[in-house]
């Protein structure tokens, strides 16, 4: 076992990075929606989709 983790250290240190990088993204992206934050980056008023993004009905 010893033996596996030393011949692998390089592939598992880039894994455990990874992975964190990649739950700290998930987060930020959780995060964001919790505070009603669009992903897209642009203004809603100019979205036609912009009913779906935020859950409100735009009435027209």
């Given at each position: 076992?010893?033996?596996?983790?030393i011949s692998n250290?390089?592939t598992?240190?880039?894994?455990?990075?990874l992975l964190a990088?990649?739950g700290?993204?998930?987060?930020?992206?959780k995060?964001?929606?919790?505070?009603?934050?669009?992903?897209?980056?642009?203004k809603?008023?100019?979205?036609?989709?912009?009913?779906?993004?935020h859950?409100?009905?735009?009435?027209q």
């Amino acid at each position: 076992m010893l033996e596996f983790l030393i011949s692998n250290i390089g592939t598992i240190v880039v894994l455990i990075v990874l992975l964190a990088v990649v739950g700290l993204i998930i987060f930020k992206m959780k995060k964001d929606k919790k505070q009603g934050k669009s992903s897209c980056g642009c203004k809603c008023s100019a979205c036609p989709n912009s009913q779906y993004c935020h859950g409100t009905v735009q009435k027209q």
